[in-house]
């Protein structure tokens, strides 16, 4: 009961502040939250159920939606409604809070010049309001091969996503992760569904010789935690990976393995796989394959290969291990299952 009193004085300082923002550190509440921007991602609800394991109170920044939010079961979380473009929302979301984990837009996410822009200005305002509300800690993460002079969309708003948060004066850790996998990913199970709707063979990008770290999500989700109580990272940007470089035709060929199935693999020159994922984007609500994807894949995004033994004294996972997702799933029935969850999450 005094929990649950707790919990109801919380969310009612909460709404106060959302309705008139708080203009000074004494008025605030010190009530030690954390906030996690993209909770309910990918990578977000993996981190989620660390944090509640953890005991952490935690609000997740929820930007309005007539959909309902896909967060993990038994898991108790404040909400704030805002998006990253809403000043005064972020003001608000910040009562309280004293440490914030900020997550990146996900690998191969379909990007244009405007969502490009529109990351660089959330972070921005993110960071400006984790400076105003005192906070103490703020850990963003980030996507291997980030870079503003780089040719891809994600990684270049990535990279002035970093920047606009060095400069808040917030201490800050970076950690820069390369591609990660696991239940619920665009990565492995994209590539699991259009495995079981190709007939005979399965294109891939050139010889399938770029080479990849994937880094299992919950290892990942276990970093960004005892991230947020070591000193040491404060200022730090970190390089994160799995524990072996792979090729793009291995993680496939291991794909087929799990999934209990054989395709033969067929090299293509990726202005042509660009372009039938181009017509893919404008087909299907949902696209499998992105040209966000072909243009991830064209170059190698690896690091250390003890980069997380080192930072964190964790061995990850390997990724024949981790695949078992994958086992006896129908795919091939599972994509136009998903295009009609996107139609109908449109409609709601």
Request: aromatic share 6%.
């Amino acid at each position: 009961m005094p929990e649950a009193k707790e919990r109801r004085r919380r969310m009612l300082e909460f709404d106060r502040a959302h309705e008139t923002g708080w203009t000074s550190a004494r008025q605030r509440p010190q009530l030690h939250m954390l906030l996690l921007s993209g909770g309910t991602g990918f990578v977000g609800r993996s981190l989620l159920r660390h944090l509640g394991e953890a005991g952490l109170p935690v609000r997740i920044l929820l930007r309005p939606s007539k959909s309902s939010p896909d967060l993990p079961r038994g898991v108790t979380t404040e909400v704030a409604l805002a998006g990253l473009s809403d000043r005064r929302g972020l003001r608000a979301a910040m009562v309280g809070v004293d440490r914030v984990i900020h997550l990146a837009s996900p690998d191969g996410e379909r990007l244009t010049a405007r969502t490009v822009a529109a990351e660089a200005e959330g972070a921005l305002n993110l960071g400006e309001a984790a400076s105003d509300a005192g906070v103490t800690r703020l850990v963003f993460v980030s996507h291997l091969g980030a870079d503003r002079a780089s040719a891809y969309p994600s990684l270049r708003a990535t990279a002035i996503a970093e920047e606009h948060l060095r400069r808040s004066g917030v201490p800050l850790t970076i950690l820069r992760a390369a591609v990660t996998y696991g239940p619920g990913d665009v990565f492995t199970t994209s590539i699991a569904m259009l495995l079981a709707v190709s007939p005979f063979l399965f294109p891939i990008p050139g010889d399938g010789k770029v080479l990849l770290q994937p880094l299992w999500v919950e290892d990942l989700a276990r970093c960004l935690v005892w991230a947020l109580d070591d000193p040491a990272l404060i200022g730090a940007t970190v390089e994160l990976g799995g524990p072996e470089h792979l090729t793009l035709r291995e993680i496939i060929e291991l794909i087929l393995r799990t999934m209990g199935t054989r395709k033969a693999l067929a090299g293509v020159r990726p202005p042509y796989l660009r372009a039938a994922a181009w017509a893919m984007e404008r087909l299907l609500p949902d696209s499998p394959a992105t040209t966000a994807w072909i243009d991830y894949l064209a170059a190698g995004r690896t690091t250390d290969l003890n980069s997380a033994s080192r930072a964190f004294r964790l061995q990850p996972a390997r990724m024949e291990r981790r695949l078992d997702y994958l086992h006896g799933r129908n795919w091939g029935w599972e994509l136009p299952a998903r295009q009609l969850r996107r139609l109908r999450g449109r409609a709601g």
